[in-house]
């Protein structure tokens, strides 16, 4: 069942997303080598509770955390711990939500600390222009398949493998809604897309093969030969006049551009 949004509700859903994008980058501005993911993520549960919100992801579905946050070989789902020290040349994918007035806003970063060799850098750049590829045909009229298919062709255009395991969704009151927002598939296929459709489109792109293999903690999710994978995500509204990009991106780029400027 897909829920379509009035435009007072769009309003509210946006007001998450930019409060999930301030919160991205409080987190991005303490990513630096020495500090534990379970610091970051409690950096980011005070700044969304500070903020009025609350962290939906704590106990959905038994998870533990108000974040996830994956490093290097993991691609999505991973938990904080303490054991988790980040260091120089690392890739660090902060994916995480809020829920506010009734509804959840729901956005991923993945930031490179300090030195990072220039194919990944590459990797994290391909991916994030995969999302606006994506985004460019999320209007009224197409299908999900038409964003499914611009974010595989231009991934894989550079010969990074495309995660199939996991997907986009609906974003709404819910964390999850319908329809999934798969990142491979063929242009013209699937849920037409209507105005008053949110959605969140999350691709998931590794430098290697495209194999994941889930770990034992039952949530990590890493790839099968340990080469790292970014991971983006932002929530869109279909409008009259196209695409609609609930989440600021700009947000987060400003904060780490500060950062990387004084040290
Ligand atoms: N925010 C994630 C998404 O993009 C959901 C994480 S699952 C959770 O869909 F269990 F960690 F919440
Ligand atoms: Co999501």
Redesign the pocket.
């Known amino acids: 069942m897909i829920y379509l949004k009035t435009d007072e509700e769009i309003e509210l859903l946006r007001e998450n997303c930019i409060l999930v994008s301030q919160t991205l980058a409080e987190v991005g501005r303490h990513i630096r080598p020495g500090v534990t993911t379970k610091e970051l993520d409690k950096i980011a549960e005070d700044f969304i509770r500070s903020h009025g919100a609350i962290p939906p ?1 704590i106990g ?2 038994g ?1 533990p955390a108000a974040t ?1 946050i994956s490093v290097n070989e993991q691609v999505v ?1 991973g938990i904080p711990t303490e054991k988790t020290v980040i260091k120089e040349g690392d890739i660090v994918s902060v ?3 809020t829920l506010m007035k009734g509804f959840v806003g ?1 956005s ?1 970063y993945t930031f490179a600390v300090g030195e990072v060799p220039e194919e990944v850098r590459n990797l994290l750049k391909v991916t994030k222009e995969a999302l606006y590829k994506g985004t460019a045909q999320a209007k009224a009229g197409n299908r999900v398949g038409d964003i499914s298919a611009a974010v595989q062709e231009y991934a894989e255009s550079f010969g990074y493998g495309v995660v199939r395991e996991l997907e986009g ?1 609906g974003l709404g009151r819910k ?2 809604e319908d329809p999934g927002v798969p990142n491979y598939g063929a242009r013209g296929r699937g849920p037409l897309l209507k105005e008053g459709m949110v959605i ?1 489109i ?1 691709p998931m792109v590794t430098m290697g093969n495209k194999a994941v293999v889930f770990e034992r903690d039952g949530w990590t999710v890493r790839t099968r030969d340990r080469k790292p994978a970014a991971h983006y ?1 932002f929530a869109v509204a279909i409008r009259k006049n196209g695409p609609d990009v609930l989440t600021d991106f700009s947000i987060i780029e400003q904060a780490i551009e500060q950062v990387n400027m004084v040290s």
Do not use: F, K, R, S
């Open positions: 992801q959905y579905e998870y996830c789902h994916d995480l939500c729901d991923a969704h964390m999850h969140c999350e995500e």
